[in-house]
């Protein structure tokens, strides 16, 4: 289990961790311990309000520095993957094609623009995080989207017999691993309604419609999922839970 914490930290983050073996047996519950790198996210971004409310920083600093943070603790991988995909997509090639272009360590253009277009309007959600309530609930963001894509992991049809994806997934114990993420799918979920019920439901529901977009997406476009559709589907769920705290906002309903 320890070296399985290990594992999860060195492949998906930057987080400092004793080194493992790359052996299958200290990845069996890797994916478990997936969520625990948003728990970190979460608690930085939290730590950098208390900060910035201290120090009067403006509401654009914030946002930059916010959408910073998960760029530094994961190293972007995850953004990474976001850009295989938006590559694939606007390819409107065969399956096999699209594959192959998810697997080109090269950056098109399409994924330039729809990067930018992503992390603009990311900045803009987080710039419009007033309150301490607003932190709190977006610190579980970062959690559920990484619960959410150890679900879909071990419950969705991969798209391809090997890469990144498989090596955490082939390994683990499927049983547990779902019966953990769903336990603490429930509790962090739990722990959002606790705070503030109306804005925790309305991003649990984009959550949830981003979770099923994402299984008729990566199956109709490449025949199931990879460490890539993985990473942009993680990129994509925090975005429209952001998106739902901001119109909540806005809206009056917190």
Known sequence: ????????????????????????????????????????????????????????VSGLLFGVIAVCIPVLITGGIHLDGFCDVEDARASYAEKERRLAIMSDPHIGSFAVIRLVLYLLVQTACMANLRTFRHILLAGFIFCISRTLSGLAAVTFRCAKKDGTLQDFVKPAHRRFTIIWLICLLLSECGGMIAISPIPALVSILLAGAAFAYYRVFAYRTFGGITGDTAGWFLQICELYMLLGLTASEVTGWF
């Open 1 to 56: 289990m320890l070296n399985s914490l290990f594992s999860a930290l060195l492949m998906y983050s930057r987080i400092p961790a004793p080194p493992v073996a790359w052996e299958e047996k200290n990845r069996r519950y890797a994916l478990c311990w997936f969520p625990l790198i948003g728990a970190v996210i979460g608690s930085l971004l939290i730590g950098w309000f208390v900060l910035s409310c201290h120090f009067s």
